[in-house]
């Protein structure tokens, strides 16, 4: 008899664009006041796997507050994006993110 083989799971690809969207969705959504924990995102975007995800939607996050789009919180106040540790939160900055053109 042969013994079946387990079957890899297929890990889902998940774009550069769609973690920026996530978190630009969802800080939107916290509104001015609000911020979002970066697991948020990534539960979002995988929820069965998420802490795999998380990496990607902190380095994100980063390139997004150098930008001004967001600004990320250490203990309620902004982080300098290039030096944060630890927990942190996400909120939309002063810059609003460009609309993509539908032609």
């Not at 664009?17 to 970066?38: F, H, K, N, S």
């Not at 990607?56 to 150098?66: P, Y």
């Amino acid at each position: 008899m042969e013994q079946e083989q387990p079957r890899k799971k297929k890990r889902r690809r998940i774009s550069d664009e769609a973690v920026r969207d996530t978190i630009l969705q969802l800080c939107a959504a916290a509104g001015a006041t609000g911020a979002v924990d970066p697991g948020e995102v990534a539960r979002a975007l995988y929820p069965e796997a998420w802490q795999s995800l998380l990496p990607r939607v902190r380095l994100t996050a980063k390139k997004l507050a150098l930008s001004g789009y967001i600004l990320i919180l250490r203990k309620g106040k902004p982080a300098d994006p290039n030096e944060f540790k630890g927990v942190i939160k996400l909120r939309l900055g002063d810059i609003p993110f460009p609309e993509e053109e539908t032609p």
